[in-house]
């Protein structure tokens, strides 16, 4: 397992891919930092979920600004905020980070059939899940780690401390929103064993999460459903949630949820993977 | 008697009611260069893909190096593989998709690469990438990756496709080096019958996922020996004669109209007589040799 990991590890750095994804998140970062609002995708409000701004007026001014040098001005005449918790809240964009990284690890080896040389001679088929998972895991994590620390000094240096949280506030939000984020790696994971080519796991992972805001939302409003405990715990929401001030019982429950994910989809992934003829 | 290398018993593999191989069973033992000939769909890659787990057995099971499924991931590390088109990593270069699977099977002399690469004469284009190789370069590279840490059982499915005629002749040196100086089994398969016939020793013949024919190179040679052709309309009434006045029961009906008499080679005139003193109508009567191909397709009829 391990040599596995390695060898992905010496290809992956071989190629070009991940230093493209870290490209972006620098330059995420800095637009965000130097626009002084994070960036957000899919259907979240950014400014509900993630900035503790309550002046209605002020709302109303940011959203008509057209450039990042006027929402700096206006932002830095409000005073100050915790810029950094506001980024970690929308690090529900860090799902197409992810989506590259199933790519490069684990779709390549079957879109060019190499696949078939590990393992028709070098390791089990549990083996094989289970290394490029937890080196998904693994990358993952890191780019988590960097992508909020990079932001936190980087807000730091341009903003200074009236936009910026601390340390240990950094270290709590990452820490409370890593069970959802392994969720959301689960997930990949096991539509990447079930789609298992590029091309079908693109077509299902890019969309599915907008795709599935939108079906919730759809449903709900055609039979008026109220759905409130539901939103609070869609993952884009919870992860916004998560960094907004949440109480024990809800961290817990995101954390559970979080572990429910992990393991019913990496079930689902690994029992479609061992049963699979190999192409 | 020579160790086994791999045994399959009653190995089938079902694709809903289509049996893509029935009732397996084969040995092959220390040594051998045991070549797989079938048609298009026969069960060739659908046997190596059972034996290196690329897909799992409807039915039946099988043993390597003399172990069962309990050992497998362990016996598979002796075995080295090229099943279908060599499939590698297109924007790594030769050297760097072999050294990214010796790292995988956790090979820490990198110079096996080179050796593998010098073996298949691709050591001058080690840093051209990979979606770069022409086929017949990409088949050399799936071939040094086959041979890559050394095994004892290499499994090549089609390997000398899209190789030119030089190229076929020194894979043909390099495997039978291989057998030869470092002991190693090799199960091949191939379309090219004469090609097959130049490395192996022994011989399978599958036809509609069933084994038809196991023989070795010897009886195989006897097989595609001399024979004397009868060409009748009454094949039944024929060889009633052969057995009977001639005292031979050396022959093989190919088909209602012919018969292959391996006896009497030179006593065609012998032969045709007593035909004729019965009436029986010879369409034909003359002396041949059997090529690989003709025999093929004798041996796939009669299963048919």
Same mark, same amino acid.
């Given at each position: 397992m391990i040599n596995l990991m390695?060898?992905?590890?010496?290809?992956?750095?071989?190629?070009?891919?991940?230093?493209?994804?870290?490209?972006?998140?620098?330059?995420?970062?800095?637009v965000s930092a130097i626009g002084l609002t994070p960036g957000h995708v899919g259907m979240t409000s950014m400014t509900e979920s993630t900035i503790n701004i309550n002046d209605e007026e002020m709302l109303g001014i940011m959203a008509e600004t057209n450039s990042l040098k006027d929402l700096r001005t206006l932002m830095k005449s409000h005073g100050g905020y915790e810029l950094d918790q506001a980024v970690l809240g929308t690090n529900m964009n860090l799902y197409y980070v992810f989506i590259v990284m199933v790519v490069i690890v684990l779709c390549t080896d079957f879109s060019n059939k190499s696949i078939k040389n590990t393992l028709s001679s070098a390791i089990s088929r549990n083996k094989y899940y289970w290394s490029k998972a937890i080196l998904i895991f693994l990358i993952c994590t890191f780019l988590v780690l960097f992508n909020n620390y990079f932001f936190y000094f980087t807000n730091l240096l341009i903003n200074g401390k009236n936009f910026a949280s601390s340390l240990s506030d950094i270290f709590k939000s990452t820490m409370i929103q890593f069970p959802l984020i392994y969720g959301i790696m689960s997930l990949l994971i096991c539509f990447a064993f079930l789609f298992r080519r590029t091309s079908s796991f693109n077509t299902i992972a890019i969309p599915f999460v907008m795709v599935f805001q939108l079906l919730i939302l759809g449903v709900t409003s055609l039979f008026r459903i109220r759905a409130d405990w539901f939103y609070q715990y869609e993952i884009q929401n919870a992860l916004a949630n998560l960094v907004n001030h949440p109480t024990g019982e809800y961290i817990l429950n995101c954390a559970l949820l979080g572990f429910f994910y992990i393991v019913l989809f990496n079930i689902i992934g690994y029992y479609a993977f061992k049963n699979v003829e190999i192409k | 008697m020579k160790d086994v290398i791999l045994k399959t018993?009653?190995?089938?593999?079902?694709?809903?009611?289509?049996?893509? +191989?029935?009732?397996?069973?084969?040995?092959?033992?220390?040594?051998?260069?045991?070549?797989?000939?079938?048609?298009n769909g026969a069960g060739k890659t659908t046997l190596m893909k059972l034996i290196t787990t690329l897909t799992n057995p409807t039915s039946g099971e099988f043993e390597l190096f003399g172990e069962g499924s309990n050992h497998l991931t362990e016996n598979k590390r002796r075995i080295g593989c090229l099943i279908e088109n060599p499939s590698f990593f297109p924007n790594l270069t030769a050297y760097e998709n072999l050294k990214y699977y010796s790292i995988q099977k956790g090979i820490v002399d990198m110079t096996q690469i080179e050796e593998s690469l010098e073996l298949v004469g691709l050591e001058d284009v080690r840093n051209k990438k990979f979606k770069n190789f022409s086929l017949g370069m990409k088949q050399r590279l799936g071939i040094a990756f086959a041979i890559l840490d050394h095994p004892d059982f290499i499994i090549l499915d089609e390997p000398i496709n899209g190789l030119d005629p030089i190229g076929i002749s020194d894979l043909r040196e390099t495997f039978k080096r291989l057998n030869e100086e470092k002991n190693i089994t090799i199960l091949i398969s191939s379309?090219?019958?004469?090609?097959?016939?130049?490395?192996?020793?022994?011989?399978?013949?599958?036809?509609?996922?069933?084994?038809?024919?196991?023989?070795?190179?010897?009886?195989?040679?006897?097989?595609?020996?001399?024979?004397?052709?009868?060409?009748?309309?009454?094949?039944?009434?024929?060889?009633?004669?052969?057995?009977?006045?001639?005292?031979?029961?050396?022959?093989?009906?190919?088909?209602?109209?012919?018969?292959?008499?391996?006896?009497? +080679?030179?006593?065609?005139?012998?032969?045709?007589?007593?035909?004729?003193?019965?009436?029986?109508?010879?369409?034909? +009567?003359?002396?041949?040799?059997?090529t690989l191909e003709e025999y093929f397709k004798s041996v796939v009829k009669e299963a048919n």
């Open positions: 390695k060898a992905d590890l010496y290809r992956i750095l071989k190629g070009k891919a991940i230093y493209v994804v870290l490209f972006i998140i620098i330059a995420l970062s800095l | 018993n009653n190995l089938t593999k079902k694709y809903k009611n289509f049996a893509a +191989l029935d009732n397996v069973s084969i040995t092959i033992r220390k040594g051998d260069i045991y070549g797989l000939i079938g048609r379309h090219i019958l004469s090609e097959l016939y130049a490395v192996a020793s022994r011989f399978c013949i599958l036809e509609h996922g069933r084994v038809v024919k196991e023989l070795t190179k010897e009886e195989l040679d006897i097989e595609c020996s001399k024979c004397i052709v009868i060409q009748t309309d009454d094949v039944k009434k024929a060889t009633t004669v052969l057995e009977k006045e001639l005292k031979t029961t050396n022959y093989k009906v190919i088909d209602k109209r012919e018969i292959r008499l391996y006896e009497y +080679l030179d006593q065609t005139s012998k032969v045709s007589k007593a035909l004729t003193k019965h009436d029986i109508d010879i369409l034909g +009567l003359y002396e041949t040799g059997i």
